[in-house]
């Protein structure tokens, strides 16, 4: 089991920043990538950015130049920078830990989330 605790939500105006983070706990084995997801009122949760065991990133064109992932793995968290923060990005944000091992298939843990609200 993977447990993730994320911080860091909050209110800001827009063209502001914040940084969030996520901490995990318990068994990381296998985790092969890490990252943020979030989700805004009557839409689908989607990828914000990504980041793998070999430090690629993935991300959404929505936040490329504006957001940046980066991990401490001695500390075991996964922060996100946002800058330059638009109404749009209002949303949910959850962490997330993508475990695969190859005798066991794949599975995601998820945080409970933490509310990211921009005013215009």
């Known amino acids: 089991q993977v447990q993730l605790v994320e911080s860091g939500g909050g209110l800001v105006q827009a063209g502001g920043s914040l940084r969030l983070s996520c901490a995990a706990s318990?068994?990381?084995?296998?985790?092969?990538?890490r990252g943020w997801y979030r989700q805004a009122p009557g839409k689908q949760r989607e990828l914000v950015e990504i980041?793998?065991?070999?430090?690629?990133?993935q991300y959404a064109d929505s936040v490329n130049g504006r957001f940046t992932i980066s991990r401490d793995n001695v500390k075991n968290t996964v922060y996100l920078q946002m800058n330059s923060l638009k109404p749009e990005d209002t949303a949910v944000y959850y962490c997330?830990?993508?475990?695969?091992?190859?005798?066991?298939?794949?599975?995601?843990?998820w945080g409970r989330g933490t509310q990211v609200t921009v005013s215009s």
């Open positions: 997330n830990a993508h475990r695969n091992i190859a005798t066991m298939g794949s599975h995601d843990y």
């Open positions: 318990g068994s990381t084995f296998g985790i092969i990538a």
């Open positions: 980041i793998t065991i070999g430090t690629s990133t």
